[in-house]
C-alpha cells in the first residue's frame, strides 16, 4: 500500500531519474525515504509524490520488467 506525501520538496530526499530519459521526456524521479521509495513527476518535482512499502515497490519493478502494464496508458 502507498502513502501519499502532500509536496515533494518537503521531503530531503536526492532524487534520479533513469538514465534513459531526456530533457522533454514524461518522467518520475525516484528516492530512497527510510525503507521505502519516494515517486514525483519531473516536471513537477514541489508536486506531490507517492511513497512505498518495498514488498509494492517490488511488486510493481516486477510487473514493469514482465509487460504486465499496457504501453501507452
Same mark, same amino acid.
Given at each position: 500500500? &502507498?502513502?501519499? #506525501?502532500? #509536496? !515533494?520538496? $518537503?521531503?530531503?530526499? *536526492?532524487?534520479?531519474?533513469?538514465?534513459?530519459?531526456? =530533457?522533454?521526456?514524461? @518522467? #518520475?524521479?525516484? =528516492?530512497?525515504? !527510510?525503507? $521505502?521509495?519516494?515517486v /514525483? $513527476?519531473?516536471? $513537477? %518535482?514541489?508536486?506531490p !509524490?507517492?511513497v +512505498? /512499502?518495498?514488498?509494492?515497490? @517490488? =511488486? +510493481?519493478?516486477a510487473? #514493469?520488467? *514482465? &509487460?504486465?502494464? %499496457?504501453? &501507452? !496508458?
Amino acid at each position: 500500500m &502507498g502513502m501519499y #506525501v502532500k #509536496v !515533494a520538496k $518537503d521531503l530531503d530526499l *536526492t532524487w534520479q531519474k533513469s538514465s534513459y530519459s531526456n =530533457a522533454e521526456s514524461n @518522467c #518520475v524521479e525516484i =528516492a530512497s525515504f !527510510a525503507e $521505502d521509495m519516494a515517486v /514525483r $513527476d519531473s516536471k $513537477d %518535482p514541489a508536486g506531490p !509524490a507517492l511513497v +512505498f /512499502r518495498p514488498e509494492a515497490w @517490488c =511488486a +510493481f519493478l516486477a510487473g #514493469v520488467r *514482465t &509487460g504486465s502494464f %499496457p504501453a &501507452g !496508458a
